[in-house]
């Protein structure tokens, strides 16, 4: 018979299939043969030394010195072993629920977990899925190193799959809770219980239970005393909802568990030095390093922390405390100190008492976010003179209404919408307008409504990222819109100390730094800190704004006193939010900034007051005893102010329209007129900011249509208003009917009148002998008698000579900088302030010990 082609064809593939089977399983069988091999060549712990504990090494974290330690985690270890009988049903099944649901019925492991875990680790390239069972975690903790490696998670299998032939269940359920971390120095659930709740283990109600279930995954994160707290109820609840689904609580122990509020006893000190920093820092190691490894691998941590100066924040705010709750109903205290020139962190207090649990002490508030107040200032004006606006610039401290919703007269355009909501003018600390004011005397001051016109200008996108380019992290900008510059938003205090260190440092910008150095348990450095400086705004920006906050002639009459008392040029700037739930003092010098906060934890308001006489006084209190132990340095000083220009930019708000006259002739000056006999005329024609520049160009041309940003009729009205009450108390200000500009010049101040001068002596190449007196003889024909004579030499200012301006003498080696050929520069200023120059030079036969004097 003929063979159908669909029957050959049926018969063959049948053939491939089982030949492909066949080869496969092949495959599959040496590979396991081969991974048996290899398994039995690994060095693999014996079970029976599992009494025999590892030997753990604690980590301990010093202060910079590297002499104070600050935490040694295994210091006071506390761990009290019990038996299942002595815990809580709770503590078990929430355990179990959580860690290892199957754990009654595996063989120590879970096969589908590992093939999970190996398939999610090949496709990450790593070995970070742990996919350990309770019996593993036993294995891993007694019998192994906590390196993340294949090799010895195949070990830790097979010690599980050991171990569970060897100790039953429940000896092995009891070794994980007698022995599990659960943070610091805490080991074991007898001692978490009593350290947590202040009970033994076996009264833990369900409610305790699923937090102490959550908690061993990463007990420094996880830490009741930490800044996670809302992480650890969340995993809590999700310890709970297990509970619930494997049926080992009913319905009504569920609702009951969730709706119970679990309260946490206060931290032991365990011998902690400085402990919201080592908190930071450990934090910080936790991340970089893992959970184990800081707990037990031994590590030598050198930190950033002066803890001679850290002592002395510790004893200012424990001296002023008490008097800040009773005047002030302020019932906690932060501060922060960092070096600006490195971003360290010297000194770090998160509250008052950290071990005080009505104030939530644990609690570390220089990473809190919360509402700056006026703080937020320096930032706005640093931004607006990036765009152009000076120290000098007026703007205007009266009544001004800025919500469009409103009428410029603050009466909301929809008569049935609520002015409260709607409208937006802001008042001032003292209920009183400044009127017309510089902006240098409007931050010093830390006027409102000034600033809420800097921040228009500056725009709010453009100070955010100005603020960000700083270091500061403001939670959601987007919403608080011109609220912005008055603390809408919120900000740390660890963030607002860096920012005020860029100004500190001339616009450069060092990360913060905790940790200078880590080394291994054998002594290998395995952490070295860096600096990575950025220049994140230009230096004269940073200068301008120093000059401002440490300027002492516009000065809050509150904070001269508390300057004064440091004893260095000090830049200040307090912060009091709407609501006096926060008081902050933010200061620096060029080599150190100190931020410190007063309120309460709660948010309950304080008592109504401003900042300068709540936590200044406590700031200047640690400043005064710090400073002192850096070099005394100085600001280096801004730019000139503006001669020319937008009178508006100069500190003119008369008017826009002026000319400069010769104070001589009387005429219109001209480019040979010296700044020194110049004087503005002005016309007065009295306008807002917005009728001189244009925000987004401010140096160009006035605005041709002003009237089209939405701002301007309401700066305008209010400018208007103002003017109203100024021209009744000044009736003689009047603006003009027309303005007419003279055309004659200064004929005072012409080429032909400059000094005419010439040196006799020294003679050019003259040799001298640098430790003789060298003499200068100048003969002047000009038209005007010489007013005085300054002297250079090789670039170095010497001195002015005013009684015989054109005779006089000096020693060179007394002044310094002596070299073999060297250049003599002459400038000399006639009586109505022309000036001229005229240079020679001369020679040395030897070059004497030049001495000089620098600080």
């Known amino acids: 018979m003929k063979r159908s082609k669909h029957s050959y064809n049926h018969r063959h593939s049948h053939s491939r299939t089982k030949t492909a089977v066949t080869v496969a399983a092949s495959i599959l069988l040496i590979f396991i ?126 010690l599980a799959v050991k171990l569970t032939r060897v100790m039953s269940k429940d000896d092995i359920l009891r070794t994980y809770l007698n022995e599990i971390s659960y943070g610091g120095t805490i080991y074991g659930i007898e001692a978490a219980s009593q350290q947590f709740f202040g009970h033994p283990a076996k009264d833990i109600t369900l409610a305790e239970a699923i937090y102490l279930a ?66 930071y820092v450990r934090d910080y190691l936790v991340s970089k390093y ?30 002023f405390s008490p008097s800040l709750a009773k005047n002030y109903n302020a019932s906690n205290t932060a501060m922060i100190a960092i070096d600006p020139k490195t971003g360290d962190i010297l000194t770090m207090v998160g509250s008052k008492d950290y071990f005080d649990n009505t104030i939530d002490g644990n609690y570390n508030v220089t990473m809190a976010k919360r509402q700056p107040g006026s703080t937020l200032k320096p930032f706005v004006y640093a931004t607006s003179f990036k765009k152009g606006l000076t120290p000098e610039t007026i703007l205007w401290d009266i009544k001004t209404e800025f919500s469009t919703l409103c009428n410029p007269d603050g009466k909301p355009k929809n008569p049935t919408d609520d002015p409260e909501k ?118 004269e920006i940073a200068r301008q704004v120093s000059s401002i906050l440490s300027d002492t002639n516009v000065r809050m009459d509150s904070l001269k006193p508390i300057g004064e008392s440091v004893g260095r040029v000090v830049a200040i700037k307090t912060g009091t939010t709407n609501d006096y739930r926060d008081v902050w003092t933010l200061g620096y010098t060029p080599n150190l900034v100190v931020g410190a906060w007063a309120g309460n934890n709660d948010n309950v308001p304080m008592q109504h007051n401003v900042a300068g006489l709540i936590i200044s006084p406590l700031w ?33 708000w008369q008017g826009g329209i002026t000319y400069q006259k010769d104070k001589i002739s009387g005429k219109v000056a001209t480019e040979y007129t010296p700044q020194q006999t110049k004087e503005d005329v002005i016309f007065n024609d009295v306008h807002s900011i917005l009728y001189w520049v244009d925000k987004d160009n401010i140096s160009g041309p006035a605005p041709m249509a002003a009237a089209n940003d939405s701002q301007f009729p309401y700066w305008e009205y209010a400018v208007g208003e103002w003017l109203k009450t100024y021209k ?128």
Not at 222 to 239: D, I, Q
Not at 291 to 315: F, N
Request: negative net charge.
């Open 33 to 158: 043969g081969f991974v048996a091999l290899w398994i039995s060549t690994l060095q693999i712990p014996d079970v029976g030394s599992f009494t025999s504990r590892k030997v753990s090494t604690s980590t301990k974290i010093y202060d910079r010195t590297g002499n104070v330690l600050l935490f040694d985690t295994g210091a006071n270890a506390r761990r009290t072993v019990i038996g299942l009988a002595d815990m809580s049903p709770y503590v078990l099944k929430a355990t179990i629920a959580i860690e290892d649901s199957n754990f009654y019925n595996n063989s120590g492991i879970e096969p589908l977990s590992i093939i999970r875990a190996i398939l999610a680790d090949l496709s990450s390239g790593g070995y970070e899925q742990g996919a350990s069972t309770i019996t593993q975690q036993v294995v891993k903790n007694s019998l192994l190193t906590t390196d993340k490696t294949i090799t010895r998670k195949v070990k830790e299998w097979v």
């Open 214 to 279: 959550a908690i061993p995954q990463a007990p420094t994160y996880f830490s009741p005393y930490g800044t996670h707290k809302e992480a650890l109820k969340s995993r809590a609840e999700t310890v709970l909802k297990r509970m619930h689904e494997l049926g080992m609580v009913t319905d009504d122990e569920y609702k009951a568990a969730a709706a119970e509020k679990v309260t946490f006893l206060s931290k032991n000190s365990g011998g902690i030095k400085a402990p919201h920093f080592v908190m």
């Open 290 to 319: 893992g959970e184990d490894m800081v707990s037990t691998g031994g590590l030598k941590v050198i930190t950033t922390l002066d803890y001679e100066m850290q002592k002395k924040a510790e004893e200012v705010i424990t001296n």
């Open 422 to 539: 709607v409208c937006y003018s802001p008042g001032e600390y003292d209920d009183t307008f400044e009127g017309p004011i510089s902006i240098r005397k409007a931050l010093a001051q830390s006027r409102n409504i000034p600033a809420v016109q800097a921040l228009y200008i500056a725009g709010i996108s453009d100070t955010v990222q100005t603020a960000e380019d700083m270091g500061l992290t403001i939670s959601s900008p987007d919403r608080c819109g011109l609220t912005l510059v008055l603390g809408g938003c919120e900000v740390s205090l660890l963030d607002l100390a860096g920012g005020y260190g860029v100004f500190a440092n001339d616009g450069v910008r060092n990360p913060q730094r905790t940790v200078l150095a880590v080394y291994d348990q054998s002594g290998n450095i395995i952490e070295q800190a860096s600096q990575n400086p950025v220049q994140v705004i230009p230096a």
């Open 620 to 652: 200047g209190a640690f400043m005064s005893k710090v400073a002192k132990n850096f070099p005394a340095e100085s600001f280096v000083p801004p730019p000139q102010p503006l001669t020319e220009g937008k009178p508006v930019l100069r500190g003119i």
């Open 728 to 855: 009744t108390a000044h009736p003689d200000f009047q603006n003009p009917m027309s303005v007419v500009i003279p055309t004659e010049k200064d004929d005072v101040h012409i080429p032909q009148n400059l000094p005419s001068i010439s040196i006799k002596l020294p003679t050019p190449g003259m040799l001298i002998d640098p430790k003789q007196s060298l003499q200068v003889e100048l003969l002047n024909t000009g038209r005007y008698p010489v007013q005085k004579t300054e002297v250079y030499m090789n670039g170095k200012y010497i001195t002015t000579a005013y009684n015989n301006p054109l005779n006089f003498s000096f020693v060179p080696n007394d002044v310094g900088n002596v070299e073999r050929n060297n250049v003599l520069s002459i400038t000399l200023y006639d009586t109505i302030f022309n000036k001229v120059q005229a240079t020679t030079t001369f020679t040395t036969n030897i070059i004497g010990t030049t001495t000089s004097n620098s600080n």
